[in-house]
């Protein structure tokens, strides 16, 4: 099996597993009970926290665990709103292709009467500083937009954003489940007031995540119940998941320069190799984006049909066309970004990591190209193409 | 459990009558590059018997599957008896799809009408099924 998915999750890493066990092994007390056996899973707890807090520049009371980057999300954004609303601030600010944890919530906010402006992407998948900048108004009380997204990879240009939001008092919000492990993170130099991350997306354990949320910004419950996390998520401590999240971000953040080398080489070849299937497209700024993100269109075929025969030749991949999700439109990504529905739907997402080889690129980029060419044999809507009977889009 | 059942991955791997027909006597497509997939049937008609049928697809596996087992259903088949054939007896024969991929079926349903259709208003037919 070849993966090549691991923007949807990342398989465990050996240190992250061994840190999983003997925490479950060895110190599996309750980090509230008073004797010594649950202070020291608490010592643990701690230990662990101020690890995360180290890898992004924060310390370690700015640190709160989740259930993971949705739950992180979710709480950022209704906090913020909550703030917004005790001084009369209503208006949120973000982009169009943010992960449905944060649009979603955007969506209930307003059904509250906040209101909702949605920054364009451009065709590259970037916003610039200057948008955020003329978008800010008086009742502005939140910016949240995404460290780099997870479809197509690009990175957005977040310490400037957090600078602007700074200067006019409005707080700064990013979603960094994607970024996090893979790209330096600072939330004292990068200006960000509050952060999600998610461990199953670096190695770690799936359902562990954090908010950050920088000291003096008071966090609205989601949960209710004991007084974990300074009483602001209650709930017993998933410690064997976060000693393993914090294993596993440290490993990520120690390694990143070597890890980033080899998957970058990776990923070129990947690019320049799928690039040369005619009548295709690479989704999102080529230089600005995730080290191991590439993201593709190919002009008169479908994703899901792409995926099922890929998956017959060992290589597990993901798509954004409707077929894929269960709902009849294709990726709000690949809209926003200005993508036609019908390229839209054949879009190809590999994300690769440090474990991938070049062989591997090379039976990727061979077998999308036998997929493409034999779907595209059986497709009317290419047939038409080729006899000039439609117009080709892309090209 | 795998998304789609053995049935469907084997009309989604090894399509049968995948193609086109030259000279067709009907020709029927539906659906939408929008939406995500489209279908296209030829007929070929003798004495109101399918003596053949191929079809083009783009589209998921649902699709392609169910354009591959509806032709293998009406060929051979007179035009009362195929214009009888719905989208429920093609999902059946494929041993069910996910209720969520329902919808792209139904297309090998309607392509098939638009095929038969085109061939009645061809040939100065009532198109009366
Ligand atoms: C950008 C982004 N935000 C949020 C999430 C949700 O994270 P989790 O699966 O940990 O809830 C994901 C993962 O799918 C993501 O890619
Ligand atoms: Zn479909």
């Known amino acids: 099996m070849i993966y090549a998915d691991n923007a949807a999750t990342t398989k465990m ?72 609303e005790k001084h009369g601030k209503r208006h949120i600010i973000s982009t169009a292709f943010e992960h449905h944890a944060i649009l979603h919530t955007l969506k ?26 003329e978008a800010i108004r008086e009742d502005t009380c939140l910016v949240t937009v995404m460290f780099a997204n997870n479809e197509i990879g690009t990175v957005q240009p977040i310490e400037e954003i957090g600078k602007i939001c700074r200067a006019k008092k409005v707080l700064f919000h990013t979603d960094a489940v994607q970024a996090a492990g893979h790209l330096p993170i600072n939330v004292q130099t ?14 770690g354990a799936k359902g562990t995540g954090i908010l950050y949320a920088r000291k003096g910004i008071p966090l609205t419950n989601l949960i209710e119940g004991g007084a974990q996390e300074k ?21 990520a953040c120690d390694n990143m320069t070597d890890n980033n080398a080899k998957i970058l080489a990776l990923r070129e070849k990947l690019i320049d190799g799928l690039a040369k299937i005619p009548h295709s497209t690479l989704n999102g700024d080529r230089n600005n984006r995730l080290p191991g993100n590439v993201s593709f269109c190919f002009e008169g075929i479908e994703g899901e049909s792409l995926l099922l025969l890929l998956d017959d030749k060992g290589i597990c991949a993901s798509s954004g066309s409707a077929c894929t999700s269960g709902s009849l439109d294709p990726s709000h990504v690949l809209l926003a970004i200005g993508r036609p ?8 997402r590999l994300t ?12 990727i980029i061979k077998s999308v190209g036998e997929v493409v060419e034999y779907l595209r044999s059986i497709s009317p809507l290419w047939k038409d193409k080729i006899s000039g009977k439609r117009e080709f889009i892309l090209s | 459990m ?29 659906g939408n590059g929008k939406c995500g997939d489209i279908m296209r049937m030829y007929l070929k008609i003798d004495n109101d018997i399918i003596s053949d049928v191929k079809f083009e697809t783009f589209g998921c596996g649902s699709a392609i599957a169910s354009s591959s087992m509806a032709t293998e259903m009406i060929k051979g088949k007179p035009l009362a008896e195929v214009m009888k054939l719905t989208n429920k007896a093609v999902t059946e024969a494929l041993d069910g799809l996910p209720t969520h991929k329902l919808h792209c079926s139904v297309l090998a349903e309607e392509a098939i009408r638009a095929a038969v259709q085109d061939y009645c208003s061809k040939n100065n037919l009532e198109y009366n099924f």
């Not at chain 1, 209930?108 to 900048?133: A, C, N, Y």
């Not at chain 1, 990068?190 to 190695?203: E, G, R, V, W, Y």
Request: glycine residues 8%; hydrophobic residues 40%; aromatic residues 6%.
């Open chain 1, 352 to 363: 690769i990591d440090e474990n991938n080889t070049a062989e591997e690129i090379d039976c």
């Open chain 1, 190 to 203: 990068q200006n960000i007031d509050m952060l999600s991350i998610s461990a199953h997306k670096f190695h």
């Open chain 1, 341 to 348: 529905h019908e390229i839209a739907h054949g879009s190809l």
């Open chain 1, 13 to 84: 890493s050996r240190s992250a597993i061994n840190a999983m066990l003997s925490c479950m092994e060895n110190f599996w007390g309750n980090p509230s009970s008073l004797y010594d056996f649950g202070q020291k899973a608490a010592e643990n707890l701690n230990r662990a926290r101020e690890i995360i807090a180290n890898c992004i520049g924060a310390n370690s009371s700015e640190i709160y665990f989740t259930s993971g980057g949705s739950e992180a999300d979710n709480q950022a954004l209704i906090s913020a709103a909550a703030i917004g």
């Open chain 1, 231 to 251: 009483g602001k998520r209650a709930g017993t401590e998933n410690l064997p998941a976060v000693m393993a999240m914090a294993t596993a971000l440290k490993d």
């Open chain 2, 2 to 30: 795998a998304l789609y059942s053995q049935k469907v991955m084997d009309h989604f791997r090894h399509p049968r009558n995948v193609g086109s027909i030259e000279n067709a006597d009907g020709i029927g497509e539906v």
């Open chain 1, 108 to 133: 209930k906010l307003e059904r509250k009467g906040f209101e909702i402006e949605l920054l364009d992407v451009h065709e590259d998948g970037i916003i610039s500083p200057q948008q955020v900048g």
